[in-house]
Nanobody
Framework: QVQLVESGGGLVQPGGSLRLSCATSGRIFRVYGMAWYRQAPGKQRELVAGITSGGTTNYADSVKGRFTISRDNAKNTVYLQMNSLKPEDTAVYYC?????????WGQGTQVTVSS
C-alpha cells in the first residue's frame, strides 16, 4: 500500500510562510517523482509543484519564485516551502505520486491565508 502522510497546513496571514511535508516509503521515494497539488472550493485541482526522483523541479507560474519544492532522501520526505503567501493560495493541498495508471494522494491539508 502506498502511504503519503502530510503535515504542516494551517492559518497564516498574507505575506507569511508555511512548510508542508509529505512522507512516504523509501521504496516509493527512490523510484518515483512526487508533486503537490491544491484545490480551492469550486475550482479544479491544480498542480503546484513537482519534483523528480533525481531532484528536478517544476512550478506553476502562480507560485514560481514564492514556493520551493524539495526532497530529503534520508527522510523519504518531500517539502513545499511556501513564502509570501497570498489569499489566492488558500486551498487544500495534496501530496501526490503517480505510479503507472494510478494516482495516490495524501489526506490533504488545509492552507488558509487570511488577515
Amino acid at each position: 500500500q502506498v502511504q503519503l502522510v502530510e503535515s504542516g497546513g494551517g492559518l497564516v496571514q498574507p505575506g507569511g510562510s508555511l512548510r508542508l511535508s509529505c512522507a512516504t516509503s523509501g521504496r516509493i521515494f527512490r523510484v518515483y517523482g512526487m508533486a503537490w497539488y491544491r484545490q480551492a472550493p469550486g475550482k479544479q485541482r491544480e498542480l503546484v509543484a513537482g519534483i523528480t526522483s533525481g531532484g528536478t523541479t517544476n512550478y506553476a507560474d502562480s507560485v514560481k519564485g514564492r514556493f520551493t519544492i524539495s526532497r530529503d532522501n534520508a527522510k523519504n520526505t518531500v517539502y513545499l516551502q511556501m513564502n509570501s503567501l497570498k489569499p489566492e493560495d488558500t486551498a487544500v493541498y495534496y501530496c501526490n505520486v503517480r505510479i503507472s495508471l494510478l494516482d495516490y494522494w495524501g489526506q490533504g491539508t488545509q492552507v488558509t491565508v487570511s488577515s
